[in-house]
């Protein structure tokens, strides 16, 4: 009988494993207080020149050192969105669903819809222009979708394969000033601040405050935050004037002229209303 | 006792269940391979734990290497500039020639030992391996090809076409699970394959191992040249320390400033990549240019012509202020039998490397 009481005890302890293991939900982490299941934002990326509409290919505008320009491309890296609450807490998008890339060229790129956001009122926004250095330097399996460096059908690429980076702002247009072979103008704007040695770092920080105006994410709305984004501030800002006479073509390898172009479209960002 | 029977009837019941939802014996997934490191060597810098090893996986890297899909003509494959005979070097080119026989700015480097690199190409612009094929397959002068093409290109496979059709969706479902193409995989298979690459058998190797009688008198004293004049950058059993330093070369026409490209540093100015002198008597030419043909050519380089400009490396400064090397002919007639000796004719011949017949070099 003792015999079979052991059996039994093993049995019972088998059993109890199996119990725990397999009929047991795993524990679920506390929620994210940041987190429940929320609504929608929505960022409007609205390309302009300007007071007008920025049209690719056909549109002639003028940047302040009074040189025609078309604009025949603009591409560029928005990451890292955080929303600011009214009571002042911040909501941050997750990493893995915080980088978009906005293209002139298309449309639907220039919706960016952050999901998963807290039911609250909203009164600023702040994002990257580019993409961070964590991000620049991760394993190949972390840069999927618009950061895969293979780019897509439909585009150019936005990744540089010889100083591996991405670009952050890509502008390219034709003008009467533009480069002697075929007129043409070309900024690829990157640099992250180098792997291992520090280099220049173009990513740009925008905070963006709505003013009087409040984004209410609810059950049943999604805000848009309408902004308007101006090429021309790519060539003029506060303190240089970019001339696409001296500079028809400015990329990885004039990191000083490149860091002027960033300090002046960190300032491209404006808000023109929230509905 | 009941309420024992009944907690057994339980257990049972539970256990049967569980039998139940245990997996049935299927076909295993990719085969594991282990990676081993070679005695004496340090732990390599590439995360295996990211991208264990497979044998359909080491395999599809082998063909995607070799075949010429990867570039727009699909005729240059990176066996092309990187053959198995020169230790995957481009031999005889000072430059090489990618599509169109479009010329390159420099000297293709080994593929070798890849595992312990801390940075890739001359001027060390790619840091991760699994990010290293984006750069000759987009560069115009090489593969001049968009990976997203290559990819469905590959989607497409096998073409009736193609010299030797291969089923690539078949070789990633073997390596991978799927037969899902896409740029990570890509690289990985690339990556499993080159991590395979490694150079260790060297008569160098077997004479570190202690076989004395491995090296020559003269290599022997070739040897103690070498770490008294070379081994401060050539260092260690890779035979580089991976740092970027100007050895004085005359700048071509072309004016290629190395590593400031990617720095924008002016301290980096005309700096390159200190190679590995592993099998460095199978790859000539020399230089990050090729503008040297003869292992003798180079140490008279850095006897003769060592020029002082301000980025040159001070280790290549005597004493005196004189810039070079200070080397005898005889001194260095035994430098070169020594840096012969890291020849490594195992690795140049193993079939493992070669190229499983879909090749297209010239």
Redesign the interface.
């Known amino acids: 009988m003792k015999s079979i009481?052991q059996y039994?005890a093993t049995?019972?302890a088998?059993?109890a494993v199996?119990?725990l293991f397999?009929?047991s939900t795993p524990v679920s982490p506390s929620p994210e207080p940041d987190a429940p299941a929320g609504g929608k934002l929505r960022l409007e990326f609205d390309n302009v020149v300007g007071d007008k509409n920025l049209v690719l290919g056909s549109v002639t505008y003028k940047n302040a050192s009074n040189e025609d320009f078309v604009v025949t491309k603009f591409n560029y890296f928005i990451s890292n969105v955080k929303l600011t609450k009214a009571d002042g807490s911040i909501f941050v998008v997750p990493q893995d669903s915080s980088y978009f890339l906005v293209k002139e060229d298309t449309k639907t790129s220039q919706f960016v819809t952050l999901n998963n956001v807290p039911f609250a009122d909203y009164t600023a926004a702040e994002f990257m222009v580019g993409v961070d250095s964590t991000r620049n330097?991760a394993?190949?399996?972390k840069?999927?979708g618009v950061l895969?460096?293979?780019?897509?059908?439909m585009d150019?690429?936005m990744?540089w394969?010889?100083?591996?980076g991405y670009i952050f702002v890509k502008l390219e247009g034709t003008s009467s000033k533009g480069n002697p072979v075929n007129g043409k103008f070309y900024y690829h704007i990157g640099?992250f601040g180098?792997?291992?040695?520090r280099?220049?770092n173009n990513t740009r920080v925008v905070k963006m405050s709505f003013g009087q105006l409040k984004a209410s994410v609810t059950e049943s709305a999604v805000p848009e935050v309408h902004l308007l984004v101006d090429v021309l501030k790519v060539f003029d800002g506060p303190s240089t004037n970019i001339s696409i006479a001296a500079y028809n073509s400015i990329m990885?390898?004039q990191?000083?002229k490149s860091q002027q172009i960033a300090s002046n479209y960190v300032n491209m960002f404006s808000l023109d209303h929230i509905h | 006792m009941n309420r024992?029977i009944f907690?057994?009837t339980?257990?049972l019941i539970?256990?049967s269940?569980?039998e139940q939802?245990a997996p049935l014996p299927v076909k295993t997934g990719p085969t594991p391979m282990t990676w081993t490191k070679p005695a004496g060597f340090p732990d390599p810098v590439y995360?295996l734990s990211?991208n264990p090893l497979t044998e359909e996986g080491v395999q599809l890297g082998k063909f995607l290497f070799y075949d010429g899909i990867l570039s727009r003509t699909n005729l240059v494959g990176c066996g092309t500039c990187h053959q198995q005979a020169a230790a995957f070097t481009h031999h005889g080119h000072e430059l090489s020639h990618g599509v169109d026989d479009r010329l390159g700015v420099r000297n293709s480097p080994a593929i070798q030992n890849m595992a312990w690199n801390?940075?890739f190409?001359w001027d060390g612009?790619?840091?991760?391996m699994?990010?290293v094929p984006?750069?000759p397959?987009?560069?115009p002068v090489e593969m001049d090809q968009?990976?997203?093409n290559?990819?469905?290109k590959l989607r497409n496979t096998p073409s009736p076409t193609a010299k030797i059709p291969v089923n690539y969706p078949q070789m990633f479902k073997a390596a991978f699970g799927t037969d899902e193409i896409?740029?990570?995989r890509m690289?990985?298979a690339l990556s499993q394959f080159m991590m395979t690459m490694i150079s260790a058998t060297s008569r160098y190797d077997y004479y570190r191992a202690g076989d004395a009688n491995a090296l020559t008198a003269q290599e022997k004293q070739g040897l103690v040249l070498f770490q008294k004049n070379c081994s401060s950058c050539h260092q260690g059993v890779l035979f580089t320390d991976h740092s970027f330093r100007n050895n004085g070369l005359l700048p071509m026409r072309n004016n290629d400033q190395g590593r400031f490209?990617?720095?924008?540093?002016p301290g980096d100015v005309y700096k390159f990549k200190v190679p590995s002198l592993r099998n460095v008597g199978l790859t000539a030419p020399y230089m990050h240019d090729g503008r040297y043909h003869t292992l003798e050519e180079v140490l008279d380089h850095y006897t003769d012509s060592v020029q002082k400009t301000p980025t040159l490396d001070t280790l290549l400064i005597q004493s005196s202020g004189t810039p070079g090397i200070a080397l005898s002919g005889t001194e260095k007639q035994s430098l070169i039998a020594f840096l012969k000796t890291l020849s490594d004719e195992q690795f140049i011949r193993d079939s493992k490397f070669a190229d499983p017949g879909i090749g297209t070099a010239f």
Request: aromatic fraction near 8%.
């Open positions: 009481n039994f049995a019972l088998v059993c199996f119990l397999s009929c330097t394993p190949i399996e840069r999927q895969d460096p293979s780019g897509s059908m150019d690429g990744y394969a010889w100083n591996s640099l180098g792997y291992n040695e280099t220049v990885g390898g990191p000083d | 024992l907690l057994l339980l257990s539970c256990c269940t569980a939802k995360d990211r801390t940075s190409f612009g790619v840091h991760d699994d990010l984006f750069n397959i987009e560069n968009k990976v997203v290559v990819l469905d896409n740029s990570e690289m990985k490209a990617i720095t924008g540093k």
